[in-house]
């Protein structure tokens, strides 16, 4: 065999042993309030830290993982990142006192579930992080569902006031807020420009 013909012989031997590159994907989960979906980017085979990013309200999972460096530090970080989708673009994250939205609790526990059970994630190194809406969607698992996250972080978000009662435990949590926030109010009360919009605890409670 020629030189160049050993050559081409060793790299198809190369890429046929090499491990399967991950690849992003569209999860799909069957929820009561119909098929609800995730994109997820793997940090590789076999289960990895897993961040689920919540997006704001009007936002999307992929234009978030477009926009908020996750999908850049999870590929440098070697961690799996999440972005599912809300509803009509929102999460249901208990602000408002009989709001029948849907179960997003519920959603992103079969989430989780999921990518577990598919040895996507390290089920004792999951967490979250969310903006403004998907922050206080991220307050409300805490409160809903601590015994699934690791910790989570948020920006320009506070608990949902309509949220308790809580299954609370001790958990990291970093929080990004502003003290003259008009839109979340950084001592607490309605969300909003002019108010309406639900009501959060202050931050520092």
């Known amino acids: 065999m020629r030189p160049h013909g050993l050559l081409m012989f060793a790299v198809i031997a190369m890429l ?9 994907r569209d999860m799909v989960i069957d ?9 997820v980017i793997p940090a590789g085979s076999g289960p990895r830290p897993t961040v689920i990013v919540l997006h ?7 234009g978030t993982a477009r926009t908020a460096g996750f999908a850049e530090a999870a590929a440098r970080r070697n961690f799996t990142a999440v972005f599912p989708d809300g509803l009509d673009r929102q999460w ?4 408002m006192d009989g ?9 992103i526990r079969a989430l989780v ?4 059970a598919d040895g996507v994630a390290d089920p004792h190194r999951v967490y979250l992080a969310g903006i403004s809406n998907g922050g ?10 601590p015994e699934l996250f690791a910790g989570i972080g948020t920006i320009i ?3 949902p006031a309509g949220v308790e009662p809580c299954t609370a435990r001790p958990m990291p949590v970093v929080m990004i807020n502003g003290t003259a926030d008009p839109m979340v109010p950084y001592r607490g009360g309605e969300v909003g420009l002019r108010g309406g919009r639900g009501l959060v605890w202050s931050a520092e409670t």
Request: a neutral charge.
């Open 113 to 116: 579930r999921r990518l577990v």
């Open 92 to 95: 249901n994250d208990g602000r």
């Open 99 to 107: 709001h029948n939205g849907p179960d997003d609790i519920g959603f």
């Open 56 to 62: 704001g309200a009007l936002g999307s999972g992929a």
């Open 16 to 24: 046929a042993s090499a491990p399967a590159l991950a690849v992003d």
């Open 31 to 39: 929820t009561a309030d119909g098929p609800r979906h995730a994109l």
């Open 136 to 145: 206080m969607m991220s307050f409300a698992l805490a409160c809903k569902a």
């Open 157 to 159: 978000a506070n608990m």
